[in-house]
Each structure stands twice: as C-alpha cells, then as structure tokens.
C-alpha cells in the first residue's frame, strides 16, 4: 500500500465526504494538492522511459510546420509552429514565401512563460483588421482584441469576459459581435456562468456602450451571430454542447427576428449567404446529414445535396463558384466540390485515411487550402483551384511524419452494435497497446496527429483509437446513442473493443487514457471493469455525475447526460458515476489521475475527489496517483513544454505498467 496524505472525510455528508475540496480557494484544498503532488512527482520521475518520451514528445511538439493557409486582402496568413511555445500567425503574398512569412501575431510576447494563448481570430471584410481572442493559464475566458493589419499595430479596443463565440464582423467591417457575461463576482474558475448577451463591439468605442443585439430570459440559452452579409444577419440559438439549435433572421436595418426553424431538436449549421439563399447543414430528418437552403425572404427550405447513403456529410463551405462539402467515410474524410444548385463534381484530390482539419476559402477567390492530418502524419497542406466543379491545379506541402501502419477492426458491442476502431503500429505484432478513446458530445475520433499519441506509437507501442457511439463518425443516431440513459453503451462499447484487441493477438497488456468525457469513461471503465486494465489514465474528466452541472458551464452537458436534478435521470446517472462507484475491497489498476488546478470547465474537483476515494478503497498494491498542473486549464493553448512535461508522465506511466521499455 502506498502513504497517500490523508484526506478529511465529512462524515455529515456520507453521499459525498469530500465535498470540501470544490473549495478551490480554500488553504485546506490547496494543502492537499500540494501534498498529493509531493507523492505523484518523485514516483513519476523515476519512471524509465520518462526522460524518452519528453524527449521524443518535445521533438514532436516542437517539429516545424504550418497550417493551412487562408486568403484575406490579398495576403495569405497561416499560422506557423517554429518550436516555441505557441505558434506565430505569418503572412505572405505567395503559398512558397509562407513559411518564411512576416509576422503578423507572435504569442510568445504576450507572456514569460508561453501560458498566453491566442485561441481565435476572425478577418474583417476587406482584410483590414483582425480581432483575435488570447486565453490565460488555459482558462475558457476570453479577452478580445484588435490588430490593425495594415500597420500591425493593436487598436486599443479590449473586451473582456468573453467566452465561447468567434467574433463575427457587421456589415463595413467596422464592428464586430461577441458572446459576453458579467465581470464574475466569486470564483471565476469554478462559479457557474451568470446570463449571457450577445453584444456588438464598434473600433475605437468603449465596450460600455456596446449594444445587446440578443438575450433570453433563459439564462442557460446560447446564442451566436453566423457569418451573414450587408443584408441579413443569422441567429442561431442553442441549449447545451450538443443539443439542436433553431435559426432566425432578420435585416441589419432593423433586427426584427423571424424564425427559419425552432424546438432546438435538430442541428442547423449556416455556412453562408449567395443570392438572398442561407446554406445549411442538418440532420433534420437525415441523420448522416444534408445540405439545404432557405430563402431569406420567404423562409421557404429546399434540399440542394440530399444525404448520403453512407457517408457523413461535416461541413460545407463557399468559394467564389462552387461548394466543397467535406464527409466523414467510415471515421476518415473525404472531400468533394458541388455546383451551388446540387450538381455533383469532383472529388478533391487528398489522400486516403486521413483527417481534414481545415477547409479555408473564400467566396471571392477559387482557391482551396486543405489541411490533413493522420494518427502519425502531422500535417500535410493543400492548395486546390476550382473551376467550377473541376479541379484544375493542386500542389502540398507535408511536414514531419513518423513510419507505422494503420488498419480497421469491427469488434462487437454486447448489444449486436459493430463498433469499428483504428490499430496503429509499427510492425504487426502483440504488444503493449494503449486505447484512447471518447465517446460524447457528437465529436468524431478521426485520424488526427496528437503528438501525446504519436509518441506512443513511435516508441514501439501499438495505438487503439475506438469510434464509441457517443460520437460524431457515423452520425446523429449514433451520437445519441451514447446519451442520457443509453449512456452505458458508450462503456460496452469500449470493453468490446478491448476484449477484442485482447483476444485476437493485438494487445499484450492493456492501458486506457482518455481526457474531459473520455476522463469520464476511463473513469466508469476502471470501477466496472477493474480487471480489463494493466493502466489507467482519467485526464481532467468529469467524474462526479450528481454534481457536474454545478460549475462554470457545466450545466451545458445535460443535453448529452442528463439533468442531475431529475430523480430518474440521478439514478441512471449514479449507475456509472466515476466517484459513486468505487468500492473498497476492490483491486484497482495502477491509476494515473491528471487535471488542472486552473481548469474552468471540468473543474479540478472532479479529480481531487476521485482520487482521494479511489486512494482510501483501494485494496491492492497497484499505485494511486494525483497530479495536479498548477498553471493550467482544460489543456487549450498549454505551453508546448508544458505539454511535454504532462503527456510524458501518462506515457511513461503506461509504458511501464504494460511493459513497454526501449
């Protein structure tokens, strides 16, 4: 058995004993993160391979390339990793000259440490200005500003307390909307978001007189202004991370709002405005998608790309004579050019098996920039010029990649269900296999380069990524699927996958990690199935079911588990809730718990309590271990050394519980 710190136990409270620890400004919680860290540190520096993998992770991270560019005034900007902390925005009149780029952006000014990050930027109309977002520490608050792109200098417009939304430009590119809340009174890391408004920012005025343009007497309502254009500006409404929106219109001379859709059952996604016609994507009677128009003036919806008969439709976007609709084809992506009245043309020349992850253009110009990843491809850029429905030219550009192989299993889930995963390895042989895994919010586990899975792979590792209904790979069905009271077939899912690596000679010994919702399924996995796992690894997940909707935006997820409140919902969510069903006299794996002592949106707290009750009931000998990063949040924009340091730790962990070694 290991010495843990002793945690109090409040016995008042034998549902929850722990609950003091929520306290994130309290001296007795800041106590018990320290001490826990004084436990977790020396053991994790001693790990044999920790030193390999921040060393491999570091060259990873660091690895020179830029991402796809997009064109604005003339220029194309790109944003460029040159081996600091947080990439630099350059810009370029020619796609050859962007990697030797002038600086636009560098957020390695805008602190000591690299906790600065710049986490959005949104173009004016003509290319002028630049209003961009930067995020302290990793927190999801936000503070917005501008750049004048024509001297470069930054305008002294500053909005604070924002959070969610890009900035989306009005009409003459002189003013812009944002998503913003009152200054928080208490904690504002942990203390749940007051009501929101959406409000417009004019150059050179105070944010004092900037005006609402949208509120509801719903506090936990969202909204957000889509690009519109001189005419019409397009509102969309929504009531949790992954809960249907309606839309409404209206003309910017009088902001009179007429519903297009209402009843927040389906997702309604615009992607812009030709001809007085609204572009949008939905599942609305298709749940692998559609792309459809409305007429903004009499409301009236055509179908202008009817659903697939297989393939997932993503996204769609604009060019200045044709649409590029991108699809999911079983987990990976594909991308195919459209007439706007629905004509098919040709498929973009990209390869097999990878992930798109950006489409930049604009409906001025025929030119397409396409960024692809894959599990160990970092990332390969493409410029394609449309002519109409053809493709006339194409060149890439591909950055650092590492040599492994990738292929497709169809394990069975307890209910029939086929759950396809990917195996990426070296050479095809058993080993050590680590599986990250998901399985929420309608967000697909495609074939996407995370240095913190690479590095596994590299090292000699064999990677298992699983598509858990849950997600977004095989549509709307399939993401809910994974909610509210079917949410244990997320957890079956998994196991599936599992026991199937187990048995048909991929996986030696078995290690889990996952973050935020895959935090809460490494989580449910470990107390349902202890004897599954050689490592576990919960990274800031949302562990304690009954509570979560309590803190900053928490409450937002109940339209993928539930609302806590509802006596039927507590009880399907207390038969998988991470904290609630951890047993003493159980046999635990060895567990690595990591989260954020800055993170504001799956507070700490969930991790503190696990791991304190996960520290008092286990039974075995297999090590507990807590550690907690003290200048973090939820891991957007973290340092790239900051990332080295935390993911080298999970790896060496797991490498070492499942006999992974040089």
Not at 50 to 58: D, H, I, P, V
Not at 445 to 462: C, D, H, I, Q
Not at 547 to 552: G, K, M, P, V
């Amino acid at each position: 058995m290991h010495p843990y710190p002793e945690a109090r136990r409040d016995e008042t409270l034998p549902d929850d004993p722990y609950r003091w620890l929520e306290d994130a400004d309290s001296q007795e919680t800041a106590t018990f993160i320290r001490k826990q860290n004084e436990v977790s540190e020396p053991i994790l520096e001693q790990l044999p391979m920790r030193a390999r993998f921040r060393e491999s992770l570091t060259k990873l991270l660091t690895a020179p390339r830029t991402m796809a560019p997009a064109e604005h005034g003339g220029w194309l900007y790109a944003w460029r990793s040159d081996g600091r902390n947080q990439p630099v925005l350059l810009r370029s009149r020619t796609l050859t000259g962007i990697d030797d780029g002038e600086t636009v952006l560098d957020p390695n000014a805008l602190s000591d440490d690299g906790t600065i990050a710049v986490t959005i930027t949104s173009f004016n109309q003509d290319g002028s200005l630049l209003a961009y977002a930067t995020s302290d520490g990793g927190s999801d608050w936000r503070t917005l500003h501008v750049l004048d792109l024509e001297t470069l200098q930054p305008l002294p417009d500053t909005v604070e307390w924002a959070k969610w939304n890009r900035p989306e430009w009005m009409p003459g590119g002189r003013s812009f909307t944002y998503w913003a809340y009152p200054a928080p009174e208490g904690n504002a890391l942990t203390d749940q978001m007051a009501h929101g408004q959406l409000r417009v920012h004019g150059i050179g005025e105070s944010t004092e007189e900037d005006a609402v343009l949208w509120e509801s007497e719903n506090p936990q309502l969202f909204a957000r202004h889509y690009p519109s254009d001189d005419y019409w500006f397009v509102l969309s409404t929504d009531t949790g991370s992954s809960s249907g929106n309606d839309l409404s219109v209206a003309a910017h001379d009088d902001y009179v709002y007429r519903d297009l859709v209402t009843g927040h059952e389906h997702e309604w996604t615009p992607i812009g405005i030709r001809e007085d016609r609204l572009f949008v994507v939905t599942d609305a009677d298709s749940p692998r998608y559609r792309l459809v128009t409305f007429d903004l003036f009499s409301g009236e919806q055509s179908t202008i790309v009817p659903e697939h008969d297989e393939d997932v439709l993503l996204d769609a976007d604009l060019t200045s004579d044709a649409l590029v609709l991108t699809y999911s084809h079983d987990a990976s992506h594909r991308a195919q050019l459209f007439a706007f009245d629905g004509t098919p043309g040709e498929h973009l020349p990209l390869p097999e098996g990878v992930s798109i992850v950006a489409v930049n253009t604009s409906e001025e110009s025929r030119a397409v920039f396409v960024g692809t990843q894959s599990f160990v491809d970092a990332g390969t850029v493409h410029r394609i010029d449309t002519e109409g429905t053809r493709v006339t030219s194409r060149a890439s550009r591909a950055a650092s990649s590492i040599e492994a192989t990738t292929e497709r299993i169809r394990p069975v889930s307890k209910d029939g269900t086929v759950v396809p995963a990917f195996v990426v390895r070296k050479e095809p042989v058993q080993g050590p296999t680590l599986i990250w895994g998901y399985g929420g919010f309608n967000i697909p586990m495609n074939p996407e380069f995370r240095a913190v899975l690479a590095a596994w792979v590299e090292a000699g590792g064999t990677l298992v990524v699983p598509n858990l209904r849950g997600g977004g790979e095989f549509g709307s069905d399939w993401h809910r699927a994974g909610t509210l009271e079917r949410k244990q077939n997320v957890f079956d899912d998994l196991f599936a996958v599992a026991e199937y690596v187990r048995e048909h000679g991929i996986a030696s010994t078995l290690a889990l990690h996952g973050r935020s919702n895959g935090g809460l399924l490494a989580g449910a996995a470990l107390t349902q199935r202890p004897e599954l796992w050689d490592a576990v690894l919960p990274g800031v997940g949302v562990l304690d079911m009954l509570r979560y909707h309590l803190f900053t935006i928490g409450w937002a997820w109940k339209s993928d588990f539930g609302d806590p409140d509802d006596p039927e919902v507590a009880e399907y969510l207390r038969a998988y809730s991470p904290l609630h069903n951890l047993r003493e006299g159980t046999e635990y794996p060895p567990t690595l718990i990591t989260t954020a002592d800055r993170d504001d949106r799956v507070v700490p707290a969930h991790s503190l309590k696990f791991a304190a009750e996960l520290q008092r009931v286990q039974s075995g000998d297999a090590p507990v271990l807590l550690s907690v990063d003290t200048r973090a949040g939820h891991g957007m924009g973290k340092p790239k050394d900051a990332q080295a340091a935390e993911f080298a730790d999970q790896l060496a962990f797991a490498a070492y519980w499942t006999g992974l070694h040089d």
